[in-house]
Structure formats: structure tokens, C-alpha cells
Nanobody
Framework: QVQLVESGGGSVQAGGSLRLSCSAS????????MAWFRQAPGKEREGVAA???????TYADSVKGRFTISRDNAKNTLYLQMNSLKPEDTAIYFC??????????????????WGRGTQVTVSS
């Protein structure tokens, strides 16, 4: 069982930045595929970015060039640096993990472990 705890959400004006963190309670964090998802009110959960155990990354088209996913295996922590934020980025952001994946994916059904989420609100 892996517990994931997100932090770093908040309210920011359009054009601003936030950095989300996700702390994982596992000794084998480095072997997990990790990802960020988000869910806005009335919308389905969507993949934002993912990183594999080798550091390879993938991003949703809507955030490419603005968001950066990274991981610090020594700290068992996943990050999402969000720059040039837009009102449409407003959502609850979730951290997810899986130890059995062998390819990068932004499909939520591919991930086993989930955090409770952190709210990000971007005002215009």
C-alpha cells in the first residue's frame, strides 16, 4: 500500500505560478511510475503529466511548455511546476502512482494509488 499526499495548491492570478508536491510513503518510490491528474467541476478526470522510473516524461497538449513534472527519489517526492497559469487550469490536482506500468500513460485507470488532491484556483 502506498499513501500519497499532495500539497502546494492555492489561489493565483492568471499568468502566475505554483509548484505542487506529492509525498509518497514507500521505500521503492524510484520504481514507481508517477503522474498528475486534475478534475474540474462537472468534468472528467484528465491526465496532466507523467514520469517513469527513468525520468522520461509525457504531457497533455494543454499544458506542454507551461508545466514541468519532476521527481526526487531521495525525498520520495513528485513535483509539478506550473507556470503561465490560466483560468482553465482551475481544478483539483491529484497525484497517482503505479508499480506495474511499463509505458508512460495519462489514462487514470492505469494507476493504482491516488492522493486526495489539492485545489488550484486561477483567477482572471
Amino acid at each position: 500500500q502506498v499513501q500519497l499526499v499532495e500539497s502546494g495548491g492555492g489561489s493565483v492570478q492568471a499568468g502566475g505560478s505554483l509548484r505542487l508536491s506529492c509525498s509518497a510513503s514507500t521505500y521503492s518510490f524510484s520504481s514507481y511510475y508517477m503522474a498528475w491528474f486534475r478534475q474540474a467541476p462537472g468534468k472528467e478526470r484528465e491526465g496532466v503529466a507523467a514520469v517513469d522510473s527513468n525520468g522520461w516524461t509525457t504531457y497533455a497538449d494543454s499544458v506542454k511548455g507551461r508545466f514541468t513534472i519532476s521527481r526526487d527519489n531521495a525525498k520520495n517526492t513528485l513535483y509539478l511546476q506550473m507556470n503561465s497559469l490560466k483560468p482553465e487550469d482551475t481544478a483539483i490536482y491529484f497525484c497517482a502512482a503505479d508499480a506495474r506500468l511499463w509505458y508512460l500513460t495519462l489514462r487514470p485507470e492505469s494507476y493504482t494509488y491516488w492522493g486526495r488532491g489539492t485545489q488550484v484556483t486561477v483567477s482572471s
